[in-house]
C-alpha cells in the first residue's frame, strides 16, 4: 500500500499540541516525550484489545476499535483464504480452514454506526503488522482462551 498525500502524522499532532503552548509552560514537553506518550497509550490500548477483548471507545464520537469474530463460510470459495504453502507443496489450491480456532475467523474491526462525521466511509483503519500478528501469536496459543465478539 502506498503512503496516502496529506495524511496527518505524529509530527503534525505534535505541531498542534504545542501551538497554544509557551516554552514555561508545565504542559510544553520535547517531540521525543511526547512520542513515547503516545507509543505507550496505543500499546496499552492494543493489549486491552487483544488481551481482554475490549472495545476502546475513540474519543469525539470517532467509534470504536475491537477485535471481531466471524463464523467461517465454507460454501463460497471466494470467502476463504488460500494457504500458499500448501498449495505450492502440494500443486492445487488448498484453503485455511481455521481449525485452530474452531472455524472462526478473527479480525481487528472498527465500529462507524455511531460515527458523526462527514464522508465517514471514505475513513479506514489498517491495523499495525505487529497487532496482526500479536492476534494471530494469541489465538495459536492453547494456554489462553481469549473470546471476542461476534
Known sequence: MSRIKGAKTLKDAYKFYTDELTEESA?????????????????????????EAGEFELPYRMGTLRIKKTKMDYSNKNHMRPDWKKSKELGKRVYHLNDHTGGFRYRWA?????????GKKLYSFYPTRTNKRELASLLKDKDKNIDYFE
Open 27 to 51: 504542559f510544553h514537553v520535547d517531540y521525543s516525550v511526547y512520542k513515547n506518550v503516545c507509543v505507550d497509550f496505543n500499546k496499552l490500548i492494543c493489549k486491552y484489545i487483544l488481551e
Open 110 to 118: 472498527w465500529n462507524k454506526s455511531n460515527v458523526v462525521t462527514v
